[in-house]
């Protein structure tokens, strides 16, 4: 190829003639790989279901680790998608800079093309610089590359080849490719497995002033991390593997992992300066505006806050689409910092008093549905969890910021905030690290980060979340085994006990021990079903490993447990699962199916699994319903379960294509990926699902079927748990055991204890109702005394009442009977209940006028008592902590009043 020739740079920014729409840009990369013999495969869900080591999926390669790792295959060698990427923890923390800075975001699309084993570095740099140049028209001389230098320590030498690729192949100019070392041009999965050099494209966005040979220069250049250079794409070249002693190996072919940050490329396809200024970001932002009657770009505040705002719901819109939960660990740990961040940005800065997130969900939609349509799907479901969790933030905010100002009040600008103290701001108010950091620098004050670790590895439920994300082999561990074949579906007792051959065994942490074989019938936890027990004996039937549950990695099934004898790799071994626990979960798993199927015909179609427990004890089934079930709709449910095992239809399970299963309406489940070959299980035509688990022969096999408990674990989320077969005969022998006792107590028939409870309800109902209208006239006493006592100032009727022997419930109808004494009143009156000390402040007419607003008070007044207050202008309440700080109270309302009025 001959040399190119290189115009003279350009000395102005980037302007694009076009504005193409985000829709058409991710589809242009979508067709230009497809078109070069790449399958378009959907991105995973945003959260791995079978990578426990990650919280979220924080690249486009997560979902093809397997296949980097050798423990997974697919049936193409090409492919190409549009990722959905949550970064909030580990090395790729991008959370506290996101909002300040106009390029940071914890939920962004990362565009991916890939090869296992097919094409490599020419191919991949010929088509990234003709879809860059070519299709999408940037200009050349504003492209710089870069390739890996090579490293000492390792032994590697420069990428040489990569390097004459780029001047071969391309006309890119010779001083813009540029050799960067390990930092910023070896890429790595993790601290072992597959990894190699990479080579980057980045463009100059320069402005007319600016020397275009900027790039070259380390300090204001390429990879000196400023606005004005920036990474389009980073194309991975895995040519090695390395091991747990630090070593690289060569891999046997090379695999091209290849990423584009879509929000990146799409600024600088839209000419804009920043990712939010794009249409990713403008209808969310338009929303945000007609919420808050402000504008983005009016200040810097209210741009922060808007950015916070539509990149977290961003976030939290895709991961709740996808099935997961706000909760006070893991994943659902970090969505709920997500939504509390964004919240207070709204209540502090933008002064949004009311619930306001979940009114985002709509425009991330309209944004987001026509490339990820299970967000559209999940649109009701979404609104309604953000909706609960924000106005739950809300009720626990205030009190939280009257213990942080206690905290905080005698330290000066400059100090340090104890981490251990501040730790229980989290603890007890739901507060996020970051959230508590931030607050402290509104004050000026550092928060001891070192007492905050602390006290959180001290705290239970954290220690619990850490546990779990555990890596179950390490990278060279998994290199060295090949795939485990699996029997479990295997008819007769192939499903049970297979002979086989063990290939590895490895410690467990001091709890045993983990055994690898080349075929096994036990099946591996996944699909909300346990993994099964059993034992793993030698060729005479002498136990050799005690198994207490069964994981996967990949391809590979790994058996956990105790070891009770030795064998050495190769050995002949006969592996037995545990056949009364395995037929009493695959009645709670086949039992689970029906039950799903049940709940979508008595309470619509709306209803989606969240989540499953499938033990040989019981089941458990969440799923999306905006309100509790009525004994009627719970009895229909567990009918029509119970009728379709008395049918005893066959349990059927056929191998399909995806697309042809879903075009018969077999139900996929949200949240978990699927291949091109998928599992059905139909039960008599009723129940068709995709499931990999193990089930029933027919559905007699299943036995009788009860609800035990049904109840909210989430907003928009109940959870069912239930028992089948022996389980289900204990459960109803208990309940009439319990029956039979209620009846002995009550000295009735067991027949007519409804209506004997009943009897009793009404009596006490009867009762309260006195006790009410003893209390209504106990307020009438004082309605009359706290009228004669009002004093007109400034023609106001207005006063400060301390009333001790009046309840929270009593104060508020006091407070709704002073409002009828006319159109002018300014009023604040506590009182108490038990510890507690309520308070209610109203304005009216004039002295609302005058500026004596109820919620500003009633804030000022928390923050005095020790508890939360707000309000509206004209009516606000609250309720203290601290009786002994009455007088201040008083005193400040008081003063607060003449000030005013």
């Not at 242009?28 to 959260?47: K, M, N, Q, T, Y």
Request: charged residues 25%.
């Amino acid at each position: 190829m001959s040399q190119p020739s290189h115009p003279t740079p350009k000395q102005d920014a980037i302007k694009q003639t076009a504005f193409p729409p985000q829709n058409a840009v991710r589809q242009s990369f979508l067709d230009f790989f497809a078109e070069r013999g790449h399958r378009i495969v959907p991105s995973s869900p945003v959260f791995p279901q079978d990578d426990p080591t990650l919280l979220f999926i924080n690249a486009g390669m997560n979902q093809f680790k397997d296949v980097f790792l050798g423990t997974g295959k697919r049936d193409y060698q090409r492919a190409v998608d549009t990722q959905k990427c949550i970064r909030v923890q580990g090395k790729h923390n991008d959370l506290e800079e996101v909002g300040v800075d106009t390029y940071h975001h914890t939920f962004f699309e990362m565009l991916g093309n890939w090869s296992f084993g097919d094409y490599f570095k020419r191919e991949a740099i010929l088509w990234h610089w003709q879809l860059l140049t070519e299709v999408w028209k940037l200009p050349k001389e504003r492209l710089w590359v870069t390739v890996f230098g090579g490293d000492a320590e390792d032994g590697l030498e420069a990428d040489t080849e990569a390097e004459a690729l780029w001047l071969e192949l391309t006309d890119v100019d010779p001083s813009h490719v540029l050799r960067f070392g390990r930092k910023d041009n070896f890429w790595e999965m993790g601290e072992t497995g597959p990894c190699g050099p990479c080579s980057e494209l980045h463009i100059d966005r320069g402005g007319p002033n600016d020397d275009p040979a900027d790039g070259a220069n380390p300090s204001i250049g390429v990879n000196a991390g400023n606005e004005r250079f920036i990474e389009l794409c980073n194309l991975v070249f895995m040519q090695f593997n390395r091991l747990d002693n630090g070593s690289l190996q060569r891999l046997p072919a090379g695999c091209i992992d290849t990423g584009m940050g879509f929000e990146r490329v799409l600024s600088v396809l839209q000419g804009k300066h920043s990712n939010y200024d794009t249409d990713l970001f403008s209808p969310i932002f338009a929303a945000l505006s007609r919420v808050t009657g402000r504008a983005y770009g009016s200040d810097s505040a209210t741009d922060i806050a808007f950015r916070v705002c539509a990149d977290h719901v961003r976030a939290v819109t895709s991961a709740l689409a996808d099935g997961a939960l706000p909760s006070n660990e893991g994943r659902g740990y970090v969505l709920r910092r997500l939504i509390r961040r964004a919240s207070r940005y709204g209540l502090q800065t933008l002064g949004l008093e009311e619930p306001f997130l979940f009114e985002l969900v709509t425009p991330v939609i309209e944004v987001l549905g026509q490339a990820f349509p299970e967000m559209v799907a999940r649109q009701d479901h979404v609104r309604l969890v953000l909706r609960s969790e924000e106005e739950s933030f809300r009720r626990t905010l205030q009190r939280g910021i009257v213990q942080f100002d206690r905290m905080t009040r005698e330290l000066a600008q400059g100090a340090t905030l104890e981490g251990r103290g501040a730790y229980e701001l989290y603890a007890t108010y739901g507060f996020p690290e970051d959230l508590v950091r931030l607050m402290a620098a509104e004050r000026g004050l550092q928060l001891d980060s070192a007492g905050w670790e602390k006290a959180a590895n001290a705290h239970s439920e954290i220690s619990k979340s850490e546990g779990h994300f555990k890596q179950l082999l390490s990278a060279e561990q998994v290199s060295e085994l090949a795939s485990t074949v699996s029997t479990y579906h295997e008819p007769g007792e192939g499903s049970l006990v297979q002979t086989a051959h063990l290939l590895a065994r490895f410690p467990d942490e001091g709890k045993g021990e983990r055994w690898v074989l080349d075929r096994s019938p036990f099946y591996a936890e996944g699909g909300g079903q346990v993994g099964d027990a059993g034992r793993i004996e030698d060729a005479h039937g002498q136990l050799l490993l005690e198994v207490e549950s069964t994981q996967r990695i990949g391809d590979i099934v790994v058996h956990l447990g105790k070891a009770r004898g030795q064998a050495a790799p190769g050995s002949a071994l006969v592996a037995r699962v545990d056949g009364a626990k395995r037929r009493r979960t695959m009645a709670n798993h086949t039992a689970t199916h029906l039950l799903h199927k049940a709940l979508r015909e008595v309470l619509g179609e709306h209803v989606t699994q969240q989540g499953s427990y499938v033990g040989p004890d019981r089941l458990r089934f969440d799923f999306s319903h905006p309100k509790g079930l009525t004994s009627a709709e719970v009895a229909d449910v567990e009918r029509r379960v119970n009728a379709q095992i008395l049918r005893n239809e066959a349990v059927c399970t056929s191998l399909e294509t995806f697309e042809g299963a879903k075009a018969r309406g077999v139900m996929a489940l949200f949240g978990e990926k699927y291949g091109d070959e998928v599992r059905v299980v139909d039960v008599g035509g009723w129940s068709m699902e995709l499931c990999g688990g193990t089930h029933v022969h027919a559905a007699g096999d299943i036995g009788p079927f009860v609800i035990a408990t049904e109840r909210a674990i989430q907003a928009g989320v109940r959870r069912i748990e239930a028992l089948t077969h022996e389980g289900a005969l204990e459960h109803l022998a208990e309940v009439r055991g319990l029956l039979a006792q209620t009846a002995r107590e009550l000295k009735v028939k067991e027949s007519e204890v409804p209506e004997r409870v009943a009897s009793l309800l009404g009596d006490l109902k009867k009762a309260k109702k006195a006790g009410s209208q003893q209390a209504a006239s106990d307020v009438g006493v004082v309605f009359d005394r706290v009228k004669a006592a009002l004093e007109p100032r400034s023609g106001v009727p207005s006063g400060v009442f301390d009333l001790p022997d009046v309840d929270s419930a009593s104060l508020r109808a006091l407070g709704d009977r002073l409002q009828s004494l006319g159109p002018d009143l300014a009023v604040v009156l506590f009182g108490r209940d038990g510890d507690k000390i309520p308070f209610v402040i109203l304005s009216r007419g004039a002295a609302l006028e005058k500026g004596w607003q109820a919620g500003k008070v009633a804030k000022t007044l928390a923050g005095i008592l020790g508890g939360g207050g707000g309000g509206r202008p004209e009516s606000a309440q609250g309720q203290g902590q601290n009786v002994a700080a009455a007088p201040q109270a008083l005193e400040a309302a008081r003063n607060a009043l003449a000030a005013t009025l």
